[in-house]
């Protein structure tokens, strides 16, 4: 018996008996999970596969992630470092550096 035959007799039943507590919990147990494997089916991810190509997506999101931020940091500490050889030049030329090794 399948999960659509499941759901269909649990609904018959609870409209035969009234719909005690234990089937409904039970309609809505199985209601809950024929939906999550019908998402799961058309996310392409209801094979033997699944879990393994979930495992390599996360690694590729987190080495992205690593990625990102060791780029952040390169373009700030080169801005710092920037900063600083201009803060330099303007030093030297308001002491007349440049005048001086003539």
């Given amino acids: 018996m399948n999960r659509e035959d499941m759901i269909a007799r649990l609904v018959g039943q609870a409209a035969a008996e009234g ?21 799961l089916s ?11 190509d979930i495992d390599e997506l996360r690694e590729l999101l987190s080495a992205w992630r690593d990625a990102k931020a060791s780029a952040w ?19 030297a ?3 007349g550096v440049g005048e001086m090794v003539r």
Avoid: Q
């Fill in 19 to 39: 719909g005690d507590l234990v089937t409904l919990r039970a309609l809505i147990e199985e209601a809950s999970e024929l939906g999550a494997a019908r998402a």
């Fill in 42 to 52: 058309r996310l392409g991810l209801a094979d033997d596969k699944a879990s393994g």
């Fill in 73 to 91: 940091k390169a373009a700030v500490e080169w801005l710092v470092r920037g900063v600083f050889a201009l803060l330099l030049v303007g030093i």
């Fill in 93 to 95: 030329v308001r002491l």
